[in-house]
């Protein structure tokens, strides 16, 4: 853990200095002449036709519906005004984050780097810090932005009260809670378990901990029970769980600051109901993800982003001569009880780099073709998100784009978000490390200490025994004197 930690912060220090030079490069070649004639009907290009370029991280289905999208643009509105889109994929978002940051380093002219970029809010901060962003605010009027629902725009903003938004919602997710319905239905058959239960985080854990009793009992063998539940992201989970109890763990002032509270008892209960059914084996992360865990036959239920339906297995596979087909069944990710009811905001957002005023004028047209009625409906949910528009932010655009009731987890995420107080993550300059800090010192951790509670396990010591060795309050405050001294460290670096 802190090896990874170090080695990233090593980055934005190193990446500060190619950012400057990409701020003087844009501002060497900044042009004010108008590069388009303004006539009735809309813009069109002096000199045709006009390339323009994106970066994005999107693979699979994402990448697919996004080159269908560009297509589209070319063969129309971009014909129409002369613009041509081409889009590239540097690889991973660590890829293309770092293939932006450090883009300038040979001081390339603008062409050799992207006009449009994807962003998540950290790389976007950081950008910002150095100018290199461009402010929509200056293409788009009042009746424009109030076409977008209000959240993925304050979003966009990073945090600044009276900033302009630098990153343009291009679709939206949230996360859902996943389950494995044909092996559920025996389960739940066999000890009277309802799908209610699942509502809560607390009653979660206590389905765990039946399923673990329950699977025990399947065979002679002690303790050999199998863990139910599973998360893909950590970080959401302590950031979104600490929301609805009250606290923002991590937030930013008016002025743009961050400001971290990270009080004992709201970081105990987070533990408990994460790190302590780990260690007991109620929940458990075996794969890359845990669609992965659900395929093996590790688990039967997960939390995940709601555009990874896609990947959601057809059968779980447990060896070569044990296998079965499943089906699943989408419901709302659980709440703490008695907390706010809060969904978790994440997508797909993109930013205009500064430069020549006609390749940010054509790359302007791109983004509002792109986030029109239509055009957002279609790509949207073509790539399992959901549209950005208050217009199309709706059942009716779900089920014109996929036919009525064929995509569940769609209007699962669309009634979650509709229906609950929606959070995203706030924009600082550290923010992706402090999430790995968030997500790391608990996953490795937990399933760290699980692994040594089954070595103990397997040499004779008792489970309650071997388990009583970590799941006790001096354990707890090591993990939270650690995660503390991380995050100040991260905080005093960025």
């Known amino acids: 853990m802190k090896k990874s930690i170090i080695q990233i912060l090593e980055l934005p220090v190193l990446l500060t200095m190619a950012l400057g030079l990409l701020a003087c490069g844009t501002k060497a070649v900044s042009s004010t002449e108008s590069p388009f004639s303004r006539e009735r009907g809309g813009f069109s290009v002096k000199e045709e036709p006009l390339e323009i370029t994106v970066w994005t991280y999107f693979s699979g289905i994402q990448q697919e519906a996004f080159q269908r999208t560009i297509n589209r643009f070319n063969e129309g509105r971009g014909k129409d005004i002369g613009v041509e889109v081409k889009a590239y994929n540097p690889g991973s978002t660590l890829d293309l984050q770092n293939n932006l940051y450090g883009i300038n380093q040979k001081k390339l002219e603008q062409g050799d780097y992207p006009d449009i970029v994807s962003l998540h809010t950290d790389t976007a901060m950081i950008l910002e810090e150095e100018g290199v962003l461009t402010d929509l605010d200056s293409y788009f009027n009042k009746e424009d932005w109030s076409a977008f629902v209000p959240s993925f ?17 291009v679709a939206k997710s949230t996360e859902l809670l996943y389950l494995n319905k044909t092996d559920w239905d025996s389960f739940a058959e066999a000890t009277g378990t309802t799908l209610s239960e699942l509502s809560t985080k607390e009653g979660l854990l206590r389905v765990a901990e039946k399923y673990y009793q329950y699977t025990d009992a399947l065979t002679e063998t002690p303790d050999d029970g199998k863990a139910f539940y599973g998360i893909d992201d950590y970080a959401n989970y302590m950031l979104v769980g600490a929301r609805e109890l009250g606290v923002n763990l991590i937030s930013v002032d008016e002025e743009g600051n961050a400001k971290v509270q990270f009080p004992k008892e709201v970081m105990k209960t987070l533990w408990d109901n994460l790190y302590v059914p780990i260690i007991k084996g109620y929940f458990t992360s075996e794969g890359r993800f845990r669609s992965d865990d659900v395929k093996t036959g590790d688990i039967l239920a997960y939390t995940a982003s709601s555009a990874s339906s896609v990947y959601f297995p057809k059968e779980v596979i447990v060896s070569d001569r044990e296998q079965h087909a499943i089906t699943n069944i989408v419901l709302p990710a659980p709440h703490f009880e008695g907390g706010e009811e809060i969904a978790m905001q994440q997508g797909i957002g993109m930013g205009i780099v500064q430069g020549n ?12 073709w792109l986030t029109s009625y239509e055009e957002n409906a279609q790509f949207a949910l073509s790539a399992e998100y959901l549209p950005v528009r208050v217009d199309s932010f709706t059942v009716e655009a779900i089920d014109k784009e996929k036919g009525s009731g064929m995509d569940p987890s769609l209007e699962k995420a669309l009634s979650t978000m509709s229906s609950n107080t929606l959070y995203f993550t706030p924009s600082i300059v550290n923010l992706a490390e402090i999430r790995k800090a968030l997500e790391y010192e608990l996953q490795d951790k937990a399933l760290s200490d699980r692994y040594k509670i089954e070595t103990a396990m397997a040499s004779g010591v008792a489970r309650e025994d071997a388990i009583a060795e970590y799941d006790n309050d001096e354990n707890f405050e090591q993990y939270y004197e650690t995660l503390i001294n991380e995050v100040n460290y991260l905080l005093s670096n960025d």
């Open 357 to 368: 005023k006609k390749r940010v004028e054509a790359s302007v047209q791109f983004l509002k």
């Open 153 to 169: 725009i304050e979003e966009g903003r990073l945090g600044r009260k009276y900033g302009g938004v630098k990153i343009l919602p």
